[in-house]
């Protein structure tokens, strides 16, 4: 089992939908989740970082952590095309494996007008 | 500013070839990182320096894989022989210091197809 799950989907939703992306985890030592957006032949861009639990709103961009669940979650408010890419959830310990990411999968999300 | 830069974008070579990949990371980043991506993965850390230490390797292939950063600045990433399953794109990424928040800076890959 991967320490990092995540549904590759594809998914496809209409221009100005709500979109819900999420990704599960097994190591309790994660303190530092990102989610990293990533265009067609291109590396990967931060979106959203949280530290430990909680929410945070960035524009359009929601990222939620639940620490006692294990669960990770984005949210993209009024979906755009230009929002059509693989989103990548990413998490971090401290300690001695400080600096290195574990990263799910990706989702690939397509936002058609 | 410029990004992180990586060369060659895409490099085709047979089994058994040596491969060489560039990264030029952004200026005054002091941490730099080797990640291997293959087809619908997520990147999975090879090698990350802080400056010309290499202070995590345990995921890089040693018999295979050599890697070196020079004076802290450019990196190069070998792999000698190629073997068909090291067909994948090899990003660079670099940071100002070790990146808790997350925020690693990424080159584009070097796409890499072992026949």
């Known amino acids: 089992q991967k320490e990092v799950e995540q549904d590759p989907g594809p998914l496809s939703v209409p221009e100005g939908a709500i979109v819900s992306l999420n990704c599960t985890y097994s190591n309790s030592a994660f303190q530092y989740f990102m989610w990293y957006r990533q265009y067609s032949r291109k590396g990967p861009e931060l979106l959203m970082y949280t530290y430990s639990s909680g929410n945070k709103e960035d524009g359009r961009f929601t990222a939620q952590v639940d620490k006692s669940s294990k669960y990770i979650s984005l949210f993209i408010r009024d979906s755009q095309p230009s929002d059509s890419a693989t989103y990548l959830c990413?998490?971090?310990?401290?300690?001695?494996?400080?600096?290195?990411?574990?990263f799910g999968r990706g989702t690939q999300l397509t936002v058609w007008p | 500013e410029a990004g992180v830069v990586q060369s060659p974008r895409y490099k085709i070579i047979e089994k058994k070839q040596p491969v060489a990949f560039w990264c030029n990371p952004i200026s005054g980043h002091n941490t730099l990182y080797w990640y291997l991506q293959n087809l619908g993965q997520g990147p999975e850390l090879l090698i990350r320096y802080e400056n010309e230490e290499a202070v995590d390797d345990s995921q890089l292939p040693k018999d295979r894989f050599s890697a070196e950063r020079l004076k802290g600045v450019d990196s190069t990433l070998k792999i000698q022989p190629a073997e068909l399953g090291d067909s994948a794109v090899y990003l660079c990424?670099?940071?100002?210091?070790?990146?808790?928040?997350?925020?690693?800076?990424f080159g584009e890959g070097s796409r890499l197809t072992v026949l």
């Open positions: 990413a998490m971090s310990a401290g300690g001695s494996t400080l600096g290195r990411l574990y």
């Open positions: 990424a670099s940071s100002f210091v070790i990146a808790v928040s997350g925020e690693l800076f």
